[in-house]
Structures are given as structure tokens and as C-alpha cells.
């Protein structure tokens, strides 16, 4: 083969070697080019997947916050809700401090049972405390004060101070006060100086002995809220019942049938006057008295109905039969 053809044939494998090796690098160029862009894609999505997560991040740091400050509001409400509570506290507390020191000055055996506490007359059935008896008391510049009291408080009351007493339609007394005034006739009925035993009969009193508890005690220690003939009636009836019915238990004490009149009248209560008791026990004696209590019990079994009767008799007879 001549020499210049066969240089033209090196010439074209020549070329044909520089393409072929240009082609493989542009293949590896464009290749590496591919892979740098899917590796750079790969890194932006990974790095908007990060700031996606930044961003749930800062969204829920946001939620945490909102939910702190509400925390913090809702703390911050509590804590003037407390201190308004405080306030109201303390200023109760002054109060009181202050009602205590002015009953400071009142009678130690009043104050021990007195709690002041201005209100409106209570309505509900019943008694607050078996202790003491609630009552509302007005004083002289008509201030309405609410107080614990005992029935010996009643006699150590300040001056001026006096226990409200209602009524009802029938001009009964009601409400606690009705208690403790019951409790405060109680003592004055058992007390032989204010109304003597010695009288046959609650009429055979002279009036005279109640109006001067009425004029002395009642009106200095009481506010009667109806007018004072209705006020004394439900007293005199008050006391009556409870001066019979000390007669009849000082009867039933002191009395012994074995007794002779004499030995009983010499066996006087310490707390009665013996001319009182003297007269009493010659009262108690009398046939007519006998007479009356015979009746009254004939009239009382009389009442009774024949089961009541029959219950009575079985007792009886127990007891006999128990003691023998």
C-alpha cells in the first residue's frame, strides 16, 4: 500500500480514537453533571425537609408559648383572685377585732357567750345551737346587733341592750327568743321572793308582785313586738304555768306521808322562807286541797281510755312482782 494512503488511514483512526475518547468524556461529563445535580436536589430537598421540621419546630415552640403565657395569665388571675380573697380576709378579721374590742367592755359573764353580728330576724324553724340561744337585741339608738346568749346572761345585759321578741298571729311569742325568754320566766317562777309559794292559788298573787317585774326586769331586758297588754298576758300565762308546776314538784320532793305536819314543816327548802313554807305545807293539808287533788285525779283517769288504763295496771303489777 503506498505510504500516503496508508498515513491518511492513521489520520482517520486517529480521528475516530479522539472522538470516541471525546464522546466517553463528554458521557462522564454529562454523567458527573447528572449525579451533581441529583446529589444537589437531594441536598435541597433534605434541607427543605429540614426547614420543614424547623418550622413544625417553631410552631409547636409557638403553641408552647401561647399555652405558657395562658398559664401565666390564668396564674396571675389566681393570684389577684387570692389576694382579693386576702383582703376580704383581713378586712373580716378587722372586723372582728374590732367588734371584740368593743365588747371588751361589756360584763365577763356576758361577753364569754356573745358573738355580735347585725342581721334580719331569722324565719327558719329550729335552734342554731343547743349551747346557746341565738337572739337579735337593738340597743338605745335602735342598732339591731345578733347575740349568743345564755338564760344567766340575760340579767347581766349592758344597759340600753334589749332582746327582740316576735309574735305570731296569736300573740305567741316565737323564733329563739321565745326560748330563752321561757327559760328567763323559768328562773323568776321558781323564785319564791319575786312570786311567793305561799298563796293558795296563781290569782291569789297581787299584781303588784308582777308589775314590778315588769316594770324592773321585763321592759329593761326585752323589746316586745306587740303592745304591752298583749306582752304581759302571754307572760302571766308564762309564769303561772311554770309557778304551779314548781309547786307540785316541791310537793312531791318534800313530802312524806310518814311524816307528821310538823316534821314537814320543819324540813323547809333552804331556798324558801319558812313562813312561806309553813303556809304552803298547811295549804297542801287542808281537806279541801285533799279534796281537789282527789278530784283532779279522778278527772284524769277518767280521760284516760280503757287500753291506756289496762297498759297502767300491767305495770303496776310488774313493778309489784319485780319487787317482791
Known sequence: MPKQKRYKNLLKAAAAAANSSQDKSTVAANTSQVKSAAAANSSRNKSAASNSSRDKSAAASSSRDKSAAAASSFRDKSAASSSSRDKSAAAASSSRDKSAASNSSEPSSVAATIFEHPSEPKRKRGRESKHYWTVDAIDEHRDSTRLHLLVKDVHNLPEGLRIVVNFDKDYAAIGEAAGLLAGVCGQLATDCVAFPIS??????????????????????????????????????????????????????????????KTEIINNAPEDIAPDQWALFVEYRLKPETQSMLLKSDFDFWVSLELPDVLIFIFTIELLAAGQS
Not at 290569782?203 to 304591752?228: G, H, M, Y
Open 199 to 260: 298563796f293558795d292559788k296563781w290569782l291569789d298573787i297581787p299584781t303588784s308582785f308582777f308589775e314590778n317585774q315588769w316594770n324592773i326586769f321585763f321592759l329593761a331586758r326585752f323589746c316586745f313586738k306587740v303592745s304591752d297588754n298583749l306582752a304581759k298576758r302571754f307572760l302571766l300565762q308564762s309564769l303561772g304555768k311554770k309557778w304551779r308546776e314548781h309547786r307540785i314538784k316541791l310537793w312531791n320532793d318534800f313530802y312524806d306521808p310518814r311524816l307528821s
